[in-house]
């Protein structure tokens, strides 16, 4: 459980990293979502990089799509996919 994002435990433990937008970075860098977040860059815009050790995606991308334009998903591409899959049923429904 100690790498789960909340309280699901999927068992797969999957380094993801997250690029969060000027207006939330100072935010994000000075709270720990997580036992295992990392700053790993500071971007020139004022953004920032940071990276989790987790399992538990289910609870995870819930929380990533929470943070909607402010953030987008470098790595793992596979959930990069994911969560623009979903973005575009979203829009599929508010964009008729």
Avoid at 3 to 22: K, M, T, Y
Avoid at 28 to 51: A, R
Avoid at 60 to 87: F, H, S
């Amino acid at each position: 459980m100690a790498h789960s994002w909340g309280v699901i435990n999927d068992g797969e433990v999957c380094r993801v990293r997250l690029s969060f937008n000027p207006a939330v970075a100072n935010r994000v860098k000075n709270l720990i979502y997580h036992p295992s977040q990392v700053i790993e860059e500071e971007l020139p815009d004022g953004g920032v990089v940071i990276s989790f050790q987790v399992s538990g995606m289910a609870e995870l991308k819930t929380w990533i799509m929470q943070w909607g334009e402010m953030v987008e998903v470098p790595e793992p591409d596979w959930l990069r996919v994911n969560i623009c899959e979903y973005a575009r049923r979203v829009l599929a429904v508010y964009g008729k």
